[in-house]
């Protein structure tokens, strides 16, 4: 004998149609906060001395994602997505200049991101020589290069501290380190993409080491401190 159907009380359907909306704007939730991390701003952890003096080991800085411009990011809750144009700018803000402190992907391993200096923007002459940076046919104003071994000892290291001239292509970025001496930055990989750069180091809001005595390994000194 075939059962009635049963209907759902109102009750029921009101129950039902209050957990879809939960569920609904829970959702949203989540992909509005992964937009927001992926496009505006992001935390990220110092894990290396290539930027030293201006970004320690243990600096934990906000990035700005969206000062250069709406990019989609490189992948989507972890993963590559086929079809979609990941990594790519849907549009243009500010232009990436010279001097900026920015966030991008290796050209050399698509798995790992790095912070360096922008020292040549596109159809910009740079060479090194003896350690130094030559733009454009004159000596650079270098005020953040920092060395840490003495005269003596540099300038062997090819290309480290001596650079034959390389004209920057279109759409691309030569990048340093701050640490000259200990930065595996362009002079050795070539150019940094464009399309790769996620934004810009704004400002150290933590910074975490564990030199000196202190119990708590908190550098009170750099908190708050904005990157230029």
């Known amino acids: 004998m075939t059962q009635p159907t049963r209907i759902a009380s109102p009750n029921e359907r009101a129950l039902k149609s209050n ?12 992909v509005l906060a992964l937009v927001m991390r ?13 930027m030293e003096p201006t970004l320690l080991i243990g600096d934990h800085i906000f990035v700005n994602k969206i000062v250069y ?25 500010e232009q990436v200049h010279r001097g900026d402190i920015v966030v991008f992907v290796a050209p050399y391993d698509r798995e790992t991101d790095l912070i360096k200096r922008v020292i040549g923007v ?10 130094a940076v030559w733009l454009n046919g004159a000596l650079m104003a270098d005020a953040h290069a920092h060395f840490m071994y003495p005269t003596g000892d540099r300038f062997a290291n090819i290309p480290r501290d001596n650079l034959p001239e390389v004209i920057v292509p279109p759409g691309k970025f030569f990048m340093m380190g701050d640490n000259r001496d200990n930065s595996y930055d362009s002079r050795f990989w070539g150019f940094a993409n ?17 030199e000196g005595s202190n119990q708590l390994p ?11």
């Not at 957990?19 to 989540?30: K, P, T």
């Not at 989609?72 to 809750?77: E, G, K, V």
């Open 218 to 228: 908190i550098r009170w000194d750099r908190f708050g401190k904005v990157l230029d």
């Open 69 to 93: 411009g709406l990019r989609i990011p490189d992948t989507i809750l972890g993963l590559r997505i086929p079809g979609l144009p990941l990594g790519k700018y849907l549009c243009h803000f």
């Open 122 to 131: 596109p159809g910009d002459r740079v060479e090194i020589r003896n350690g």
């Open 19 to 30: 957990a879809r909306q939960y569920v609904e704007s829970f959702g949203i939730a989540i």
């Open 38 to 50: 992926a496009s505006f701003v992001q935390a990220y952890m110092i894990p290396s001395s290539s």
């Open 194 to 210: 464009e399309t790769d750069i996620e934004g810009r180091a704004m400002v150290i809001y933590l910074s975490l080491g564990h």
